[in-house]
């Protein structure tokens, strides 16, 4: 069949996490009836961008099947995602392969590891605004293979297009993601993100994002959004300026949106900042403290979480009505013995109920990759990985403590903060330190329709199907109806959350349990190093 060269059908493919992850969150998808976490805004924005003519398909084997009638549709293939991904990306490149249709692959991981891509016929590397036009040249020319490689950190966002939202089934998702910056201005030495999207934060334009929202409004879309920037708070002038102006469009649409986002601990020190995000109706943060022990910050390179009490600048942002779910990481240089006892004490001070804490994970191209080549400590990564997801992989370095002692404090973590009392406890302290504001929204029955239906199925699970789980249940909807009650719904959805985390925990430490006795019957199993650089 001869190449569609002007007007191909392109079908555009993401790929699977490992479904046993942190972030595959099936249960609480399961509770909202949502099919996955959210929708691939990497490549409904790639989809913005191909020209108008190409006729455009999407499938996320997150929620759906890729089926042999899709494939047999398409002229190409477009996919890619992030380093969890990878397998199913190379499984889909070589299905699509099996019937004949060309396969192009971008996204961050294919960006810091193109040479595990070499299956794929085209690469697109870096950020698809600055490139694509090339890709798309090649392809009409009659381009059978290439690379095509943005130069770094030139896209001016403010020209980047509206994500294609029409391509989105909503009800696949608990929720939608958008994006206002890419970029963080700090250093942490494990960090990939300011390699990809580098240190001066970009942002795009005030009226480019409330064209956004219209459209994401327009499609249908209610509910829970998140902005995925790396830093939402990395440019703080231009958010200062943008978040008044997302205030009142949320207040003359009567908020048809919740947010949530990620940022960095140095927002805790700026009031002004809290008080905008509240009044734009931002529920929620990720925050990255990875270690209570200021030594460790400074050693990682991240000094912004020093100099402070961590308990009283989580504490501020819930009294600006965000909660707070953050990052920890075991396995720094620098650790101490103590490390699982101050981060378990640093979890019950902050009041965090959701607390990701995983291993240090030497990423592909990021400087602590660079030292520990140079060190010649780097393993292989897929020696001891699983597939990228720091919780359940990581460590893919010789550590300097020894790795059993690493390995028994982070399992001694997981036990205690996974426990369902400490869990259950911290929601409670949390549900009494959040400062909810009242914002007057609309009533949307078809969202009312939902909720009831997902409360049906909460309480369904923790009164019958999780007995163990009552009592800890009860004892924090009534202490939050007694004490806050408009943080029901935080309350509400950190609950849900341990349906996921006690569950993950427990997956975890068996592993853990393992991986320990492994090392103890056989104690010197050195991986072989990579050439030291
Ligand atoms: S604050 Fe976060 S995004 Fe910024 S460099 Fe550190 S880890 Fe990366």
Known sequence: MPKNLVAPNVLLVFPRFNPNSFWSLAPVCEMWGARCPAPPLGLITLAALLPSGWNVRLINRNSEELTPDELGWADLVMTGGMLPQQDDTLALIELAHTHAKPVVVGGPDATSSPEAYRSADFLVLGEAEAVIQDFVKAWSGGADRGVFEAPKFTVDVTTTPIPRFDLLKFDHYLYVGIQFSRGCP??????????????????????????????????????????????????????????????????????????????????????????????????????????????????????????????????????????????????????????????????????????????????????LTRRLTREGRLLPFKAVAGGGDQCTSGLNFVTLRPRRDVLIDFRAILASVYEPTAYFARVRRLGRALDRPRHASAIDWKIVGKELRALARILWTMNVKRPDLRSHFWATIMDCLRHQPRNFEAVLTMSVMYLHLGAFAKVLIASLDQQIAELDAAPAPELPLLPAA
């Open 186 to 367: 700090f250093n942490c030495e494990f960090c990939d993100i300011i390699e990809l999207y580098g240190r001066v934060p970009r942002a795009k334009s005030n009226a480019q994002m409330l064209a956004e929202l219209d459209a994401l409004h327009a499609a249908g879309y209610r509910g829970h959004v998140d902005f995925v920037d790396d830093n939402l708070i990395g440019n703080k002038k231009a958010l200062k300026r943008f978040l008044p102006e997302l205030a009142a469009w949320q207040k003359a649409h009567r908020y048809p949106f919740e947010f949530t986002t990620e940022a960095s601990m140095n927002l805790a020190d700026d009031r002004e900042l809290l008080m905008m995000l509240r009044e734009a109706n931002f529920i929620g943060i990720f925050v990255g403290i990875e270690s209570p022990d200021p030594e460790t910050l400074i050693a990682t390179q991240k000094k912004q979480n020093t100099r402070r009490s961590l308990a009283d600048s989580v504490h501020r942002i819930y009294a600006a009505g965000l909660y707070v779910i953050a990052g920890f990481i075991v396995g720094f240089d620098t650790e101490q013995s103590a490390v699982a006892d101050a981060m378990i004490d640093c979890i019950e001070a902050t009041g965090i109920p959701v607390a990701m804490v995983g291993l240090l994970t030497a990423l592909p191209n990021t400087q």
